[in-house]
């Protein structure tokens, strides 16, 4: 069974950075999609940044294109979201999460959760002065 562990969440002021890092063990990486969501408090679910299988594909949702980036290493079975120029309503538990690479679901476009099979238990990051 494919786990995932995340990592890297925190307080941060606005304008600041975090890396989240999240650690994927049980399977080989090679046939998964790698995405990352987030979920503030009263509100639905959001599918942040994936990458796909190949790292050769990435996608972001509107919120965050320009100030996010995605990155994966198969070898070391790892991903990391880079996220720079927080703001306050970036404040969200924040998921990594697997799915097989095929269609879609291998990042054709910003990533949904029904698509992911394997998700970690999330860490919180806090964006505020």
């Known amino acids: 069974q494919l786990t995932v562990v995340e990592s890297g969440g925190g307080l941060v002021q606005p304008g600041g950075s975090l890396t989240l890092s999240c650690v994927a063990s049980?399977?080989?990486?090679?046939?998964?999609?790698m995405g990352w969501f987030r979920q503030a408090p009263g509100k639905e679910r959001e599918g942040v940044s994936c990458?796909?299988?190949?790292?050769?594909?990435?996608n972001y949702s509107e919120s965050v294109k320009g100030r996010f980036t995605i990155a994966r290493d198969n070898a070391k079975s790892t991903s990391t979201l880079q996220m720079n120029s927080l703001k306050p309503e970036d404040t969200a538990v924040y998921y990594c999460?697997?799915?097989?690479?095929?269609?879609?679901?291998?990042?054709?476009?910003?990533?949904?959760?029904?698509?992911?099979?394997?998700w970690g238990r999330g860490t919180q990051v806090t964006v505020s002065s």
């Open positions: 049980g399977f080989s990486l090679d046939f998964y999609a």
């Open positions: 990458i796909s299988a190949t790292g050769n594909t990435t």
């Open positions: 999460a697997a799915a097989l690479a095929f269609g879609y679901a291998d990042c054709l476009g910003p990533p949904r959760a029904p698509d992911y099979e394997s």
